[in-house]
């Protein structure tokens, strides 16, 4: 007789005194029998205990995803592999003063389960993330934690406070509307952080070298509520204006103080009813710059409209326009063999030829909501051939964060 799954097998049976004894006849497979133990660090997991519970044992277990990212370097032939894009799920108080988070690739469950600090499962937590790193604002030091991402260490993760903010006149350093990186690592010594504020503020930072942020004012109104993103193969960081009208770039030499700006002509509109051409006027719009690896600029405009009771609103749809460089803009419904990954992280772009279970010419997007005092994250899939949902689902955790492929 075994055990199958976490059941048990019981036998009852009566005393001489003709009362019921039940009596066990196999045994539990549980983390603190040291057999037990053993054949979970054979297989790679690890056993543990909660601060709160020390008494009792539990196991976690380390996989790998099975749809990882294998890249083939043509310099020296090398093989790397990387997890796929993940989002997080999380549980604010699970352990005494933080969180456990497990990281989701759309279909399953990849790596370890971590620990975090309570607040950043909070909606406020944390301010914005960008190639694996998560930023926290707290008595004006910006701070990047490696936690949340997949990669790093689960028993040392880096926290790297960065200089203390310094406001400009006539400007606020409370509200961020994103964070991007120049590199994968603040460590690195040529890496610069990018913190947009809502409004006319622009900061930037080498954590590696600088002992204070250089604050750019942003003159023209089009970009105080603009998302930042880093272009590699530019080398600058970009705002798209409200509108999508124009982008501006900036940098810490020569377009510090005198931004590169570029005026968009949008090319290969399709034609619209009045009804479709009504309702794209009516809608709030956010434009969001993204970069392949092959170094292709898409900008992307979000379409999102008022729920009948006015209290929230949902998505719409998207547009999608190949960048040239030249200041055209052409409208799109073919990535080739991309998808679009655009959350409250930096967005990214993945080739879906490395991930069977990804869909060409397809945005994944995770959404904010408030509804009657509580705060969801939706997380939904939208297809630009043929302008439609694959998925939307609402989840109650808070982390609102899509991560770009990190190493194995």
Not at 342 to 349: A, G, L, M, T
């Given at each position: 007789?075994?055990?199958?799954?976490?059941?048990?097998s019981?036998l009852?049976?009566?005393?001489?005194?003709?009362?019921?004894?039940?009596?066990?006849?196999?045994?539990?497979?549980?983390?603190d029998?040291?057999r037990?133990?053993?054949?979970i660090?054979?297989?790679?997991?690890r056993?543990?205990?909660?601060?709160?519970?020390?008494?009792v044992?539990?196991?976690?277990?380390?996989?790998?995803?099975s749809?990882?990212?294998?890249?083939?370097?043509?310099?020296?032939?090398?093989?790397?592999?990387?997890?796929?894009?993940?989002?997080?799920?999380?549980?604010?108080?699970?352990?005494?003063?933080?969180?456990?988070?497990?990281?989701?690739?759309?279909?399953?469950?990849?790596?370890?389960?971590k620990?975090?600090?309570?607040?950043?499962l909070?909606?406020?937590?944390?301010i914005?993330?960008?190639?694996?790193w998560?930023?926290?604002?707290?008595?004006?030091?910006?701070?990047?934690?490696?936690?949340?991402?997949?990669?790093?260490?689960?028993?040392?993760?880096?926290h790297?406070?960065?200089?203390p903010?310094?406001?400009?006149?006539?400007?606020?350093?409370?509200?961020?509307?994103?964070?991007?990186?120049?590199?994968?690592?603040?460590?690195?010594d040529?890496?610069?952080?990018?913190?947009?504020f809502?409004?006319?503020?622009?900061?930037?930072?080498?954590?590696?070298?600088?002992?204070?942020w250089?604050?750019?004012?942003?003159?023209?109104?089009s970009?105080?509520?603009s998302?930042?993103?880093?272009s590699?193969?530019?080398?600058?960081?970009?705002?798209?204006a409200?509108g999508?009208?124009?982008?501006?770039?900036?940098d810490?030499?020569k377009?510090?103080?005198?931004?590169n700006?570029?005026?968009?002509?949008?090319r290969?509109?399709?034609s619209?009813?009045?009804?479709?051409r009504?309702?794209?006027?009516?809608?709030y719009?956010t434009?969001?710059?993204?970069?392949?690896?092959?170094?292709?600029?898409?900008?992307?405009?979000w379409?999102?409209c008022?729920?009948?009771d006015?209290?929230?609103?949902?998505?719409?749809?998207?547009r999608?326009?190949?960048?040239?460089?030249?200041?055209n803009?052409?409208?799109?419904?073919?990535?080739?063999?991309?998808c679009?990954f655009?959350?409250?992280?930096?967005?990214?772009?993945v080739p879906?030829?490395y991930?069977?279970?990804?869909?060409?010419?397809?945005?994944?997007?995770?959404?904010?909501?408030?509804?009657?005092?509580?705060?969801?994250?939706?997380?939904?899939?939208?297809?630009?051939?043929?302008?439609?949902w694959?998925?939307s689902?609402?989840?109650?955790?808070?982390v609102?964060?899509?991560?770009?492929?990190?190493?194995?």
């Open positions: 007789m075994g055990n199958i799954g976490d059941s048990r019981i009852g049976s009566k005393d001489s005194n003709d009362t019921m004894v039940a009596t066990q006849l196999t045994v539990d497979l549980k983390p029998l040291p037990e133990a053993e054949r660090k054979r297989c790679k997991g056993v543990f205990a909660l601060e709160d519970e020390p008494e044992s539990r196991m976690q277990s380390f996989r790998l995803c749809s990882s990212i294998t890249l083939h370097s043509t310099l020296d032939g090398t093989v790397k592999k990387y997890y796929p894009p993940c989002f997080i799920f999380g549980r604010a108080k699970y352990f005494k003063g933080g969180g456990l988070i497990d990281f989701y690739a759309l279909t399953e469950v990849v790596g370890p389960r620990k975090v600090p309570c607040e950043w909070e909606a406020m937590g944390t914005g993330a960008s190639r694996g998560v930023a926290t604002l707290k008595n004006r030091v910006v701070s990047l934690h490696d936690d949340m991402n997949i990669s790093a260490s689960v028993s040392n993760p880096k790297i406070s960065l200089p903010l310094v406001t400009l006149p006539r400007c606020q350093t409370q509200t961020v509307t994103s964070v991007a990186m120049s590199s994968s690592s603040p460590e690195e040529d890496c610069v952080v990018a913190v947009k809502l409004g006319p503020q622009l900061s930037l930072c080498r954590p590696a070298q600088d002992t204070k250089t604050n750019i004012r942003i003159t023209d109104p970009f105080f509520t998302q930042v993103m880093f590699q193969r530019d080398q600058v960081f970009s705002l798209p409200s999508g009208g124009h982008i501006g770039s900036w810490l030499q377009h510090r103080d005198k931004p700006l570029q005026k968009l002509h949008f290969n509109l399709p619209l009813r009045k009804t479709e009504e309702l794209l006027d009516s809608t719009k434009e969001h710059l993204v970069e392949s690896s092959d170094g292709e600029t898409f900008l992307v405009i379409y999102r008022h729920t009948d006015m209290s929230d609103f949902e998505t719409k749809g998207f999608v326009f190949k960048l040239d460089g030249e200041g803009a052409f409208y799109t419904k073919d990535l080739g063999d991309l679009i655009i959350s409250k992280s930096e967005p990214f772009c879906t030829s991930l069977p279970h990804l869909e060409r010419n397809f945005i994944y997007y995770v959404d904010v909501h408030e509804y009657e005092s509580m705060i969801f994250v939706e997380l939904g899939g939208f297809g630009l051939q043929d302008s439609t694959n998925y689902q609402p989840h109650t955790f808070k609102p964060y899509y991560f770009p492929p990190q190493p194995i």
